[in-house]
């Protein structure tokens, strides 16, 4: 059975930082690359950062460059979003998906004071 | 950067109908395209990756087809479980952009 599941989402000050983490079961992280999206309430689909495959290239998002990292621990096949300087406008649910299959569920993510 | 835009935006139509969603990218992005479903509430759900190929599972009244910089999502026969949102990503190159969105109802 295929599954992402998400956790470390919360309330957070403004300048706060979270980590989500994303384990995976089912498959290995190393034979996809994985993403982080987030979606605002009401909003659309927003790519916040992506790593390969074989975890060589790390891309993010202009509005997130500098403050967030993508990572990976393949010992325990999970997926982490280390999110720092946490700005209101980061309020978002945050999902992980490997590119174009399997989608968590999602973790919330408040920034507010 | 390369930008996505769909159209309609939103759109209604009864039960049966063949409906059709079109994606444009800014660039060209071969068939590095995919879509995605959700329903208010959920996450999303891939449907289709490589621009045509459908993820295991999701109903043959889904078709996708394109290459390049002009893309389609087509539902032959709409049913009231298809109502939801349907999203575009280009992942040819970062930043791996996402459309805007299509709102699907039943009339």
């Known amino acids: 059975q295929v599954q992402l599941v998400e956790s470390g989402g919360g309330v957070v000050q403004p300048e706060g930082s979270l980590r989500l983490s994303c384990a995976a079961s089912g498959f290995t992280l190393n034979s996809y690359g994985t993403q982080w999206v987030r979606q605002a309430p009401g909003k659309g689909l927003e790519w916040v950062a992506f790593?390969?495959?074989?975890?060589?290239?790390?891309y993010y998002a202009d509005s997130v460059k500098g403050r967030f990292t993508i990572s990976r621990d393949m010992s325990k096949n999970t997926l982490y979003l280390q999110m720092n300087s946490l700005r209101p406008e980061d309020t978002a649910m945050y999902y992980c998906?490997?590119?174009?299959?399997?989608w968590g569920q999602g973790t919330l993510v408040t920034v507010s004071s | 950067d390369i930008q996505m835009t769909q159209s309609p935006s939103s759109l209604s139509a009864s039960v049966g109908d063949r409906v059709t969603i079109t994606c444009r990218a800014s660039?060209?992005?071969?068939?590095?395209l995919a879509w995605f479903q959700q329903k208010p509430g959920k996450a999303p759900k891939s449907l289709i990756h490589s621009a045509s190929i459908l993820q295991r599972g999701v109903p043959s009244t889904f078709s996708g087809s394109g290459s390049g910089t002009v893309f389609t999502l087509t539902i032959s026969s709409l049913q009231p479980e298809d109502v939801a949102t349907y999203y575009c990503q280009q992942y040819d190159s970062s930043p791996l952009t996402f459309g805007p969105g299509t709102k699907v109802d039943i009339k």
């Open positions: 660039q060209g992005v071969s068939t590095h």
């Open positions: 998906a490997t590119i174009a299959d399997y």
């Open positions: 790593i390969s495959y074989d975890a060589t290239n790390k």
